[in-house]
């Protein structure tokens, strides 16, 4: 069976409902970010997806990424690339956040996510 390059998924539940760039949220209007909240690469191993759970899973246990798994409007998604320079992959999970949480995770960890490759 090939793998193919790109693939996704979710770290929780399928969201059900379909999500556009403004919603209203609990009576107010919100605008919806999508955004890279997370990124690793993985070398050239036979199950990437597998060997992928367990950084996926630190993740979701740090404080960024308890702060992103409550309070993003759907589940985040992860995304897996093929690394082309490496010959592995590169994954990436995006979360969509209302603006107002958009904005305290760029002050507070906006940076860090896009040194890391």
Known sequence: MALKNDAQGH??????????EIMVIDGFAH??????VHKFT?????????YAAQPLLDWQ??????????????????HRHADVMSYGYQYA???????????YW????????????
């Open 11 to 20: 770290l929780g539940s399928i969201p059900v409902k379909p999500t556009f």
């Open 93 to 103: 999970v995006v979360a969509k956040l209302k603006e107002k949480d958009y904005t």
């Open 31 to 36: 605008r919806i970010h999508k955004t890279v």
């Open 42 to 50: 993985m070398g050239d191993v036979e199950d990437p997806d597998l």
């Open 106 to 117: 760029i002050l507070k960890w906006g940076n860090d996510v896009d040194k890391k490759r």
């Open 61 to 78: 246990h740090s404080e960024m990424g308890e702060w992103v798994m409550s309070r993003a409007v759907d589940t985040p998604e992860w």
